[in-house]
């Protein structure tokens, strides 16, 4: 069964970091770009970032430039979105998910996870 799990949300004060993972099971990583997206209530689904499946070209909206950093371990299944400066509008719901393309739509991906949850606040 195709699996993507997500982990590593919680609460967080402001300006404080988060490292978020998305471990897949049942199929090779390595066949696919990973997004990471988020949705905060009553939001339209944001797409953050993606990586391409050999990991070498990654590609940001503006809004997460320079704080989101996402990376991967094919060799361990899991792609990772390391998160700096938090503020109260990143909370949300993240997603990863899987596709063709690196592209951050949400059109673009095929396979999506539960998501976790990350709280910013003081």
């Known amino acids: 069964q195709l699996q993507l799990v997500e982990s590593g949300g919680g609460l967080v004060q402001p300006g404080g970091s988060l490292r978020l993972s998305c471990a897949a099971s049942?199929?090779?990583?390595?066949?696919?770009?990973i997004g990471w997206f988020r949705q905060a209530p009553g939001e339209e689904r944001e797409g953050l970032s993606c990586?391409?499946?050999?990991?070498?070209?990654?590609n940001y909206v503006d809004a997460v430039k320079g704080r989101f950093t996402i990376s991967r371990d094919n060799a361990k299944s899991t792609v990772y979105l390391q998160i700096h400066s938090l503020t109260p509008e990143d909370t949300a719901v993240y997603y990863c998910?899987?596709?063709?393309?690196?592209?951050?739509?949400?059109?673009?991906?095929?396979?999506w996870g539960q998501g976790t949850q990350v709280t910013v606040s003081s």
């Open positions: 990586i391409t499946s050999s990991g070498g070209r990654t």
């Open positions: 049942g199929f090779n990583l390595d066949y696919y770009a």
């Open positions: 998910a899987a596709g063709q393309i690196c592209w951050p739509d949400p059109d673009e991906f095929d396979y």
